[in-house]
């Protein structure tokens, strides 16, 4: 019987160095790109990042999935191909990548839209990469925003990810939490006056509001060019 403590796999016998391989090929592939927060952090804290979460909190210990954290987003974000990953990392990482990539062809608003669905129909493994994405890139958010988004961007997104959580839910009970509680408590600072430096807090899920209609709104606003990219 699957024990509730391990979502995905009991223990198997973990590779380091297939962890370190798949780091080694983030590190070169990320090498010039740094994170949209304020501090510019390196972009390859994010992926280590959304790979700790797997196994600190998400208690996952499959090691394509920690790997296919660690190379979630070479392929969206880099030059890196599906065929390279296959060749490198075998099939089932490399799958696990694919279904957690986003089409940059696409509109941004779209595409966003089209996560929200998509996400409903990826495979397990991939479910549980994108909780641990979401929830990376929901805490760095809150803590530090880009420069340049507003009170209703930074809550647009909260309201996006949320729909897509609900899209893959089932798959980690322990993610899943943690994210509930986010949506639920979670609140961030900004500055409302840049003189005076007064702060203001904000849920980052809007209470009192109709959260359809929001996320139609925010859709809209991604839609508009020019918008700079969420970087996740
Ligand atoms: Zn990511």
Request: net charge neutral; glycine share 4%.
């Amino acid at each position: 019987m699957m024990s509730k403590k391990y979502p995905l796999k009991p223990p198997t016998a973990l590779d380091p160095g297939l962890l370190l391989k798949s780091i080694h090929f983030a590190c070169i592939k990320h090498r010039d790109q740094r994170r949209k927060n304020e501090i510019a952090a390196p972009y390859i804290n994010h992926p280590i990042g959304v790979a700790q979460i797997l196994w600190t909190e998400g208690r996952v210990r499959d090691i394509d999935v920690l790997q296919a954290a660690i190379l979630h987003d070479t392929v969206e974000d880099t030059d890196t191909t599906h065929q390279e990953l296959v060749k490198e990392f075998g099939h089932k990482v490399a799958n696990i990548v694919k279904d957690v990539t986003d089409d940059k062809s696409m509109p941004k608003d779209k595409r966003k839209r089209h996560q929200v669905e998509h996400a409903k129909h990826i495979s397990q493994q991939a479910k549980v990469v994108k909780l641990a994405d979401k929830l990376y890139n929901l805490r760095d958010l809150k803590e530090c925003p880009p420069s340049g988004w507003d009170v209703k961007r930074i809550q647009g997104y909260f309201v996006w990810c949320q729909a897509v959580v609900k899209s893959v839910s089932g798959s980690n009970h322990l993610l899943e939490a943690a994210l509930k509680d986010l949506f639920a408590t979670g609140a961030f600072v900004m500055k409302s006056d840049i003189t005076s430096g007064a702060c203001l807090h904000y849920d980052c899920v809007p209470k009192d509001t109709d959260l359809t209609e929001f996320l139609e709104a925010y859709y809209d606003a991604m839609s508009i060019a020019g918008k700079t990219e969420d970087n996740c």
